[in-house]
């Protein structure tokens, strides 16, 4: 039979992560002992065209 | 200048209202003397208008309570029935140039701390907290003989020596001991420990060199230094008087005002003049005093001391205070992302106040309505939890429901756009 070479192998490199948005992604993986970088980020609201007409015009 | 150009300026020319305020606590006087439009007939309460009947019982009782210490009536279904009628006036306390924090009762005899900005002339009062009985009538809308006892005690005995110190001292800056404060772990609406020491410090040497009694003295300073959160109202009226300072600038966003009164929670925009704008009140989320308690015994947002947050204080400056934030079960590094997160729906940034936990960083300030609408990010504002019969049952802090900007900034177009 082959090796198994998982991604999370010890032979690998050292897994590090780049989260983006949701944060307890990043908490749990860093309860692992992993290294994450945090991007705070949330998709753009929906906004009804009302409300975005009126953005447009003064934002 | 087209219109969105028209509004940077207006919001710059607002948010220095508030970055360059200069509060300084100028007087203690009753508030029929300060408090403009207050008439002798009407009680002020927190968070936008509403009528008696559509109130809270909290509000009710406080409404009742204001009545009878203020005489103007003899029992509690006389106050009612002339509550109900009209006779004695209601009127929202953020309607005038106070703040009414808790339930915000005040009434002509109450005695109110002054603050100036000095930089404006405008003035705002606040009510102090009623030393052993901490919120009392005007923060609790509570009322015994022992209160209406102390509220005269304080009138007639503690604040004409206040009076005289600060008479006498010139007035006491209140923006050094924020930013102070704010170095030493205060928010400054949750949490004001270090500018209650960094006011003792201040005041109390000047009442020892006045030429008082020891008795007279010892209960001065007893008052100063024993009631808990001493220095809130000098911040909630060093807030106030700024933003009633940036209050009425044509073209801008801005937030003047914040406050609920256990219905509904309501805003105020620089731009918009008096004209609230409001939705249903919040629930808060935090720690409760006792296990005994949860969400169901908590009234919804009631109190105008949010008014800090407005000013950028408070929830706004949670990264000044991870203590604060602790009590919910936070880590210093929430506190700096909620700092952080209010930076993206405010105008600028107070270089009054850099904070070490910020790596000296300043504090967000001046609240954008459009930039809520367009994010969906609603201002942290901190605060106690009431529980429907009163008293405080926890401390936590709410988000802003959407709903009052997404309002604001409707009429705002319908007013300015071409």
């Known amino acids: 039979m082959k090796e198994n070479k998982c991604c999370c192998s010890k032979k690998q490199k050292k897994l590090k992560v780049v989260n983006i948005g949701l944060q307890t992604f990043a908490e749990s993986l860093r309860a692992q002992g992993v290294t994450v970088a945090q991007v705070n980020w949330r998709p753009p609201r929906k906004l009804d065209s009302e409300m975005k007409n009126i953005l447009d015009d003064l934002l | 200048m087209n219109i969105k150009e028209k509004i940077e300026q207006a919001n710059q020319k607002a948010v220095s209202e508030i970055i360059d305020a200069d509060p300084v606590w100028v007087d203690i006087l009753p508030a029929g003397e300060v408090i403009d439009g207050l008439e002798p007939n009407m009680i002020l309460h927190s968070g936008p208008p509403i009528e008696y009947k559509d109130m809270v019982p909290l509000h009710k009782r406080g409404m009742v309570s204001g009545a009878l210490f203020e005489g103007l009536a003899k029992t509690e279904a006389e106050a009612v029935a002339k509550l109900e009628s009209g006779e004695i006036k209601v009127s929202s306390a953020l309607d005038h140039n106070t703040v009414g924090a808790g339930t915000g009762i005040i009434t002509s005899h109450i005695s109110m701390i002054v603050v ?13 907290a009623e030393g052993p009985f901490q919120g009392g009538l005007c923060g609790w809308g509570l009322y015994t003989e022992e209160i209406a006892a102390n509220l005269r005690y304080m009138t007639n005995e503690l604040f004409p020596v206040m009076r005289e110190l600060i008479h006498k001292r010139g007035g006491l800056p209140i923006k050094p001991i924020l930013a102070e404060g704010m170095q ?45 959160r001493f220095f809130h109202c000098y911040g909630q009226g060093a807030s106030m008087s700024a ?98 997160e209010m930076e993206q ?10 904070i070490p936990n910020l790596d000296f960083d300043f504090l967000p300030c001046g609240v954008d309505i459009r930039k809520v609408v367009k994010t969906g990010i609603s201002p942290e504002i901190h605060g106690g939890m009431f529980n429907h019969e009163g008293g405080l049952i926890g401390a936590g802090s709410a988000r802003i429901n959407l709903q009052c900007f997404e309002k604001a900034l409707k009429a705002f177009a319908q007013k300015y756009r071409d």
């Not at chain 2, 949490?191 to 209960?219: E, V």
């Open chain 2, 116 to 128: 100036e900005n000095r930089k404006t002339g405008v003035r705002a009062a606040t009510f102090p």
């Open chain 2, 184 to 228: 030493m772990g205060d928010e400054n609406h949750t949490r004001q420990t270090a500018a209650d020491y960094i006011f003792n410090t201040l005041i109390l040497p000047d009442l020892f060199k006045m030429d008082l009694d020891k008795k007279t003295l010892m209960k001065v300073m007893d008052y100063i230094v024993q009631t808990p």
């Open chain 2, 243 to 340: 933003l009633l300072s940036a209050k009425g600038t044509p073209y801008s966003t801005m937030t003047v005002a914040f406050g609920g009164n256990g219905v509904e929670f309501g805003i105020k925009v620089a731009g918009m003049g008096d004209e609230w704008f409001t939705a249903p009140a919040m629930m808060m989320k935090g720690r409760y005093t006792s296990s005994q308690f949860s969400e169901k015994d908590q009234l919804p947002w009631i109190g105008d001391s949010c008014v800090v947050e407005c000013a950028g204080l408070g929830g706004i400056a949670a990264a000044a205070s991870p203590i604060v934030c602790s009590l919910r079960g936070l880590k210093l590094k929430d506190a700096i992302a909620l700092t952080r």
């Open chain 2, 345 to 354: 729906i405010c105008i600028s940034k107070n270089h009054n106040y850099p």
